[in-house]
T-cell receptor, first 111, second 110 residues
Framework: GQQLNQSPQSMFIQEGEDVSMNCTSS?????WLWYKQDPGEGPVLLIA???AGELTSNGRLTAQFGITRKDSFLNISASIPSDVGIYFC???????????WGAGTKLIIKP | DGGITQSPKYLFRKEGQNVTLSCEQN?????MYWYRQDPGQGLRLIYY???????QKGDIAEGYSVSREKKESFPLTVTSAQKNPTAFYLC?????????FGSGTQLSVL
């Protein structure tokens, strides 16, 4: 099946640093979703985006729906230890199609 | 509490055995999904159901079967035809485009 290109694959960061990750596609999407997965658990929805150019925040998290509708970005400000985990993007072509998933960005805090 | 309940959390399968993973939701969602996740990988869709008594194959349906007799329940059977069943299995339900996940079942082969 089709996948989104999500990068980076993993990130080592210091506590307090800002984090950026993104997803790109060759297809135009009408929905972008960002999820976080803790080890041994199911993904939890962080932010949902429905309009090109939309910028949405959830606490220290901010996500944007790219203006071309082919990409999306997630930023985390002032990272803390509980931010570790795997972040997934997912896009939907339209309501008749299933979600297409990125491979994930693993966030690791440097000791 | 509204949510999605998967059971068991851990499951072991012997060679040639069929096993069934349970998924129940009380969110009143019409659509339900099963995904497979391998270590370091993203999510791959096995089956989905948009309404009771109807379901469709996803990208990797071979070796799996499902039923949707009730709105609340969407069990997944991993059959003996699935030669590499060891993985983390996630059930989800949705309203609109947003999926809500259970806490997963880790299936391993003895």
């Amino acid at each position: 099946g089709q996948q989104l290109n999500q990068s980076p694959q993993s990130m080592f960061i210091q506590e307090g640093e800002d984090v950026s990750m993104n997803c790109t596609s060759s297809s135009i999407f009408n929905t972008w979703l960002w999820y976080k997965q803790d080890p041994g658990e199911g993904p939890v929805l962080l932010i949902a985006l429905y309009k090109a150019g939309e910028l949405t925040s959830n606490g220290r998290l901010t996500a944007q729906f790219g203006i071309t509708r082919k990409d999306s970005f997630l930023n985390i400000s002032a990272s803390i230890p509980s931010d570790v985990g795997i972040y997934f993007c997912a896009g939907q072509l339209d309501s008749n199609y299933q979600l297409i998933w990125g491979a994930g960005t693993k966030l690791i805090i440097k000791p | 509490d509204g949510g999605i309940t998967q059971s068991p959390k851990y499951l072991f399968r012997k060679e040639g055995q069929n096993v069934t993973l349970s998924c129940e939701q009380n969110l009143n969602h019409d659509a339900m999904y099963w995904y497979r996740q391998d270590p370091g990988q993203g999510l791959r869709l096995i089956y989905y159901s948009q309404i009771v008594n109807d379901f469709q194959k996803g990208d990797i349906a071979e070796g799996y079967s499902v039923s949707r007799e009730k709105k609340e329940s969407f069990p997944l059977t991993v059959t003996s035809a699935q030669k590499n069943p060891t993985a983390f299995y996630l059930c989800a339900s949705s309203i609109g485009g947003e999926l809500f996940f259970g806490s997963g079942t880790q299936l391993s082969v003895l």
